[in-house]
C-alpha cells in the first residue's frame, strides 16, 4: 500500500534515477555529479542496473553504513522507493557481484574530484573557535587505517613493522588539512603508509591561502615543505624537533626570537628561511612524577605585536582539532570496523573518498545548524548527527516525487 502524499511515477522512469542520500545530495547534488562524470569519462554507455551516478552516491552510502553487506547498503538506498507502483517489476536489487564491477568501472577519479569540487572551507568570521584574531585556523596531519588482507593491497599499501614483526594488515595512510573550527576536511592525499607525510603534504598544501593560519606537529618541518606552505601566503605555526639547528638572530621583547634556519644541503647558508621561535616548557604531574615537555614553535608571523608570544603558545593546542576529525572517522564513521571492506588499491582510495565526503556533508550540516542556533560547531554531537542521518535516509527517501 502507497504511502500518503507518494505518487506514480511515470511508465519510463526508473527507480534509479531516482535514488539520492537524503542529506547528502545537498552537499553532492546530482547536476554536480553528472558533470564530475561527464569530465571523467565515467558515463555510462548503455542503461545499467547500477548507473555510474548511482554508485557514487551508493560509494558514500558505504560509508554511511559500514557494517552492513554490499546488498543491504542498496537496500538502504532504496527503502521505501519500492512502495510506489511506477516501479513495481521494473527494477530488482543488484548483486554482490554486480556491485563490485560497478565499482570498478567507475574507479576512484570521480569520487576524489567530486570532493576537490565541494570541500571548502566553512567557517565564517563568526564561527566559535575558527579564527585567531584575523586567520582562520587550519591544521595538517595525518593518519592510518587498516586495509582489506589481499596481495594486491598488501603489495601496494605495505605492512609497517613492529616490535614483535609485521603488521597484520596494510595500511593506508591519509594526511589532511582541516579547519580546526568545523572540523572540515579541505584536502586530503590518501596513499600508501610508506610515503611519509611530508612527502604526501606536498599535495594539499594548494587549498592553504592568505588569510589562514596553518598548525602542525614536529612531524612535519623541514626547510622545503615549510618554504612551499610560505607561497601559498598562509601564515604557519609549526612545532619543530628540539635538537633542529638554527641560528638565532635577534631577541624579542616578548620572549620569542628570530632565528634562520638552513636547507641541509645549503653547505654556504647563503639562503636562509627567516622565522620566529617559541620556546616554553608544560609540567605535567602525575602523581609524584612531574614531566616537563618542551616545545619549539616556528611561526613565519614575526611582528611579535601581531601575535604575540604566550598567545601562539596557548594557540597551538587547537592542533589536537584535528585529532578529533580523525577520531570521527576511524571510530565513530567507520563504526569501530577493523579493516576497510575494498579488496584492491584503486576501490580502497575509492571507499576512502566516500568517507571524505559522508564526513565533509555532515560536518556542512552540522556547522549549517550551529550557525543557526547560535552555537559552537564542536558543541553538537557528530555521532548523533550521523545516526539522525542514517534514520532518515532509510525512513524517506531523499527525492521529489513529483
Known amino acids: 500500500m502507497p504511502r500518503p502524499g507518494w505518487r506514480k511515477q511515470p511508465d519510463d522512469s526508473r527507480l534509479t534515477d531516482h535514488i539520492s542520500i537524503g542529506v547528502l545530495t545537498r552537499t553532492f547534488p546530482k547536476e554536480l555529479v553528472d558533470e564530475i562524470l561527464r569530465s571523467t569519462n565515467k558515463v555510462q554507455q548503455r542503461t545499467r542496473l547500477m548507473p555510474a551516478r548511482v554508485v557514487m552516491y551508493y560509494v558514500i552510502a558505504m560509508a554511511m553504513f559500514p557494517q552492513a553487506s554490499y546488498e543491504e547498503v542498496m537496500r538502504h538506498l532504496t527503502e521505501g522507493l519500492a512502495w510506489q507502483g511506477g516501479f513495481t517489476g521494473s527494477w530488482h536489487l543488484p548483486s554482490k557481484g554486480g556491485i563490485f564491477k560497478a565499482r570498478a568501472r567507475l574507479g576512484s ?33 595525518s593518519t592510518t587505517l587498516d586495509v582489506f588482507d589481499s596481495p594486491a ?14 603488521a597484520a594488515y596494510a595500511k593506508a595512510r591519509i594526511t589532511a588539512i582541516a579547519e580546526c573550527g568545523t572540523h572540515a576536511v579541505l584536502g586530503a592525499v590518501p596513499g600508501p603508509y610508506s610515503v611519509s607525510e611530508q612527502l604526501a603534504a606536498r599535495g594539499i ?16 618541518f ?36 628570530l632565528a634562520n634556519v638552513y636547507h641541509h644541503q645549503d653547505r654556504r647558508r647563503s639562503k636562509p628561511l627567516r622565522l620566529r621561535v617559541i620556546e616554553y616548557s608544560i609540567d605535567e604531574s602525575f602523581g609524584e612524577e612531574n614531566q616537563d615537555d618542551f616545545y619549539r614553535l616556528f611561526t613565519s608571523i614575526l611582528d611579535p605585536d601581531a601575535a604575540p608570544a604566550s598567545e601562539l603558545a596557548a594557540l597551538y593546542s587547537q592542533r589536537w582539532e584535528i585529532e578529533s576529525l580523525f577520531d570521527e572517522l576511524k571510530t565513530h564513521l567507520n563504526d569501530s570496523r577493523r579493516v576497510l571492506r575494498s579488496q584492491s588499491p584503486e576501490l580502497v582510495y575509492q571507499e576512502i573518498w566516500g568517507m571524505l565526503g559522508l564526513h565533509y556533508a555532515i560536518r556542512a550540516l552540522m556547522c549549517e545548524a550551529a550557525e543557526t542556533i547560535g552555537a559552537d560547531p564542536d558543541r553538537l554531537s557528530f555521532l548523533g548527527t550521523l545516526r539522525a542521518i542514517r534514520r532518515t535516509t532509510t525512513a524517506s527517501p531523499g527525492f521529489s516525487p513529483s
Request: charged share 20%; net charge negative.
Open 205 to 220: 598544501l594548494g587549498v592553504l591561502s592568505p588569510g589562514m593560519l596553518c598548525l602542525a606537529d614536529r612531524g612535519f
Open 153 to 166: 593491497n598488501t603489495e601496494h599499501f605495505s605492512k609497517p613493522a613492529t616490535p614483535i614483526g609485521e
Open 222 to 257: 623541514g626547510y622545503d615543505l615549510w618554504k612551499q606552505a610560505l607561497e601559498t601566503g598562509c601564515e604557519l605555526l609549526w612545532r619543530a624537533k628540539s635538537n633542529y639547528r638554527i641560528d638565532t638572530v635577534a631577541e624579542l621583547a616578548d620572549g620569542s626570537y
Open 109 to 141: 577519479a570521480p569520487l576524489a574530484k567530486l570532493y576537490s569540487q565541494v570541500a571548502k572551507p566553512l567557517a565564517t568570521i563568526g564561527t566559535p573557535g575558527a579564527f585567531y584574531r584575523n586567520w582562520a585556523l587550519v591544521a595538517i596531519d
